[in-house]
């Protein structure tokens, strides 16, 4: 079955710190992989996707590029900044299946960042 | 941000009660899930929907029933409620085109005592 790996945490970094979280994935099909993040009181909120090999997902800073021979989806920010603490969240959907079934998540990472 | 409203925000309940939870959508879209988040475990997906009255079972869906008679509500009921069900629970939707992300709801935050 399908399945999503990333580390939990939570990991602490200083300001302006550069950022890696880890996400590897196993997939029957040929999956799309996203990165979600979840601010304290509220539902997850798509960050960013990739929909096949070598594709590379960015937004607000954040990079992520799907790497099929390591079958990994890490996450990449230069430079953080305190809003930017929060739950991230890897997730894969197989479109084997139709897409009907929903997603695939890990177990979060959370991320704290001090000023 | 998309249309999806949960109902209630917060409710506290007694063990062997029955409760249910709403998920209301105005995008019209096809798909509508029912994850639970817990520590430890991320999200876990209970149910799902993929049309009037056309549902199926995800990973946790001991305890747990479904209910869609309209495109828009997704109701996720607890028979007999448990300790083990008190957790966060998220509706989630999506558009038919592929790879469509999902869109979440803020969560219902329920307690079972």
């Known amino acids: 079955g399908n399945s999503v790996t990333q580390m939990e945490g939570p990991v602490t970094l200083s300001e302006e710190a550069f950022l890696t979280i880890n996400c590897t994935y196993t997939?029957?099909?040929?999956?799309?992989l996203f990165w979600y993040v979840q601010y304290p009181g509220e539902g997850l909120q798509l960050l960013l996707k990739?929909?096949?090999?070598?594709d590379k997902g960015s937004n607000k800073g954040f990079e992520a590029t799907y790497r099929k021979e390591t079958t990994s989806f890490h996450l990449e920010k230069g430079s953080v900044q305190v809003s930017d603490s929060a739950v991230y969240f890897c997730a894969l959907s197989d479109s084997s299946g139709g897409g009907a079934d929903g997603l695939t998540f890990g177990k979060g990472t959370h991320l704290i960042i001090q000023p | 941000d998309a249309g999806i409203t949960q109902s209630p925000r917060h409710k506290v309940t007694e063990t062997g009660t029955p409760v249910t939870l709403r998920c209301h959508q105005t995008?019209?879209?096809?798909?509508m899930y029912w994850y639970r988040q817990d520590p430890g475990h991320g999200l876990r997906l209970i149910h799902y929907?993929?049309?009037?009255?056309?549902?199926d079972k995800g990973e946790v869906s001991d305890g747990y029933s479904v209910s869609r008679s309209k495109t828009e509500d997704f109701l996720l009921t607890l028979e007999s409620a448990t300790s083990s069900q008190t957790s966060v629970y998220f509706c989630a939707i999506r558009g038919q085109t592929d790879n469509s992300p999902l869109h979440f709801g803020n969560g219902t935050r329920l307690t079972v005592t």
């Open positions: 995008e019209n879209h096809r798909y």
């Open positions: 929907s993929y049309g009037v009255k056309d549902t």
């Open positions: 990739a929909t096949k090999a070598d």
């Open positions: 997939a029957t099909g040929y999956p799309s």
